[in-house]
C-alpha cells in the first residue's frame, strides 16, 4: 500500500468510527513515515470531516464518538512513535474543561470536548464537581489557552464567577481566553461576571474558541 492510498484508507476508517482499519493502515506504514505525517495527513483530516459534518447536521452524536474513540485508539498507536521522534502534534489550543463545583452534569461538556478534538484542542477534562483553585491550578501546570466552564443549575453558575475572581486574584486573568457555558448560561451572565464568550450549542462553543486563539495570536 503507498502512501496516498494509506493515508485516505486511514481518514474514511476514521470517519467510520472503524478502529480495525485505521490500526491496520496505521501498522501497514508506520516503520518507513513520520509519525507526525501520519497524524497530520493521515488521520487529522477524517476527523476534521467529522466534525464538520456533524455541526452541519449531517451526522449525530453517536457517529462522531465512534470517530473520536477511532482516532484515541490510532493515537495510542502514533505516541510511542513520536515519542521516540521527539515531535508533537499541532495542536489548535490547550483547553482546560469542567463542571464547577456541587454540579455533576456532564453530558453537555463531554459533547463540546468531543467536538473541540475534532477541531485539533487539546482538551484536558477535569470532569465534574470541580473547585475554582483546580480550574486554575490545572491552568497553570498545563499552560492552557482556554478554562471552558459548565454549569446546569442556576444554583452553580456562580462558582463560574468564583473561578474568575480567583484567577484575577492571582494577577492570571489576561492569560486566559474564559468560556462559559450550560443550561442557565447566557451571553448577559457571561458578560456580567466578565467571561470571555459563551454558546448555546457545541458547534457554536467551538466556533468562539477558535475565534478567540486566533485573535489571541495563536495557541501558546
Same mark, same amino acid.
Given at each position: 500500500?503507498?502512501?496516498?492510498?494509506?493515508?485516505?484508507?486511514?481518514?474514511?476508517?476514521?470517519?467510520?468510527?472503524?478502529?480495525?482499519?485505521?490500526?491496520?493502515?496505521?501498522?501497514?506504514?508506520?516503520?518507513?513515515?513520520?509519525?507526525?505525517? +501520519?497524524?497530520?495527513?493521515?488521520?487529522?483530516?477524517?476527523?476534521?470531516?467529522?466534525?464538520?459534518?456533524?455541526?452541519?447536521?449531517?451526522?449525530?452524536?453517536?457517529?462522531?464518538?465512534?470517530?473520536?474513540?477511532?482516532?484515541?485508539?490510532?493515537?495510542?498507536?502514533?505516541?510511542?512513535?513520536?515519542?521516540?521522534?521527539?515531535?508533537? +502534534?499541532?495542536?489548535?489550543?490547550?483547553?482546560?474543561?469542567?463542571?464547577?463545583?456541587?454540579?455533576?452534569?456532564?453530558?453537555?461538556?463531554?459533547?463540546?470536548?468531543?467536538?473541540?478534538?475534532?477541531?485539533?484542542?487539546?482538551?484536558?477534562?477535569?470532569?465534574?464537581? +470541580?473547585?475554582?483553585?483546580?480550574?486554575?491550578?490545572?491552568?497553570?501546570?498545563?499552560?492552557?489557552?482556554?478554562?471552558?466552564?459548565?454549569?446546569?443549575?442556576?444554583?452553580?453558575?456562580?462558582?463560574?464567577?468564583?473561578?474568575?475572581?480567583?484567577?484575577?486574584?492571582?494577577?492570571?486573568?489576561?492569560?486566559?481566553?474564559?468560556?462559559?457555558?450550560?443550561?442557565? +448560561?447566557?451571553?448577559?451572565?457571561?458578560?456580567?461576571?466578565?467571561?470571555?464568550?459563551?454558546?448555546?450549542?457545541?458547534?457554536?462553543?467551538?466556533?468562539?474558541?477558535?475565534?478567540?486563539?486566533?485573535?489571541?495570536?495563536?495557541?501558546?
Amino acid at each position: 500500500m503507498g502512501k496516498k492510498e494509506a493515508f485516505e484508507k486511514m481518514s474514511y476508517a476514521v470517519q467510520e468510527g472503524d478502529t480495525n482499519a485505521l490500526i491496520g493502515a496505521i501498522n501497514e506504514i508506520i516503520k518507513d513515515t513520520d509519525p507526525l505525517e +501520519v497524524v497530520q495527513d493521515g488521520m487529522m483530516p477524517g476527523l476534521k470531516k467529522v466534525g464538520e459534518a456533524f455541526g452541519a447536521g449531517e451526522i449525530f452524536l453517536p457517529e462522531m464518538l465512534m470517530a473520536a474513540e477511532a482516532f484515541q485508539e490510532g493515537m495510542k498507536v502514533i505516541e510511542p512513535k513520536l515519542a521516540e521522534t521527539g515531535r508533537q +502534534v499541532k495542536s489548535a489550543g490547550t483547553v482546560v474543561f469542567g463542571t464547577v463545583l456541587n454540579d455533576v452534569h456532564e453530558i453537555g461538556k463531554n459533547i463540546v470536548i468531543t467536538l473541540m478534538q475534532t477541531h485539533g484542542f487539546n482538551v484536558i477534562d477535569l470532569g465534574a464537581n +470541580v473547585s475554582p483553585t483546580t480550574f486554575v491550578q490545572e491552568a497553570e501546570r498545563s499552560n492552557a489557552d482556554i478554562i471552558a466552564m459548565s454549569s446546569l443549575m442556576t444554583t452553580t453558575m456562580t462558582y463560574q464567577r468564583d473561578v474568575i475572581n480567583y484567577l484575577k486574584e492571582r494577577g492570571g486573568r489576561d492569560k486566559y481566553i474564559v468560556l462559559v457555558g450550560g443550561g442557565p +448560561v447566557d451571553a448577559e451572565w457571561a458578560k456580567q461576571i466578565g467571561a470571555d464568550g459563551t454558546s448555546t450549542s457545541a458547534v457554536g462553543a467551538v466556533e468562539i474558541a477558535e475565534k478567540l486563539i486566533a485573535q489571541k495570536g495563536g495557541a501558546s
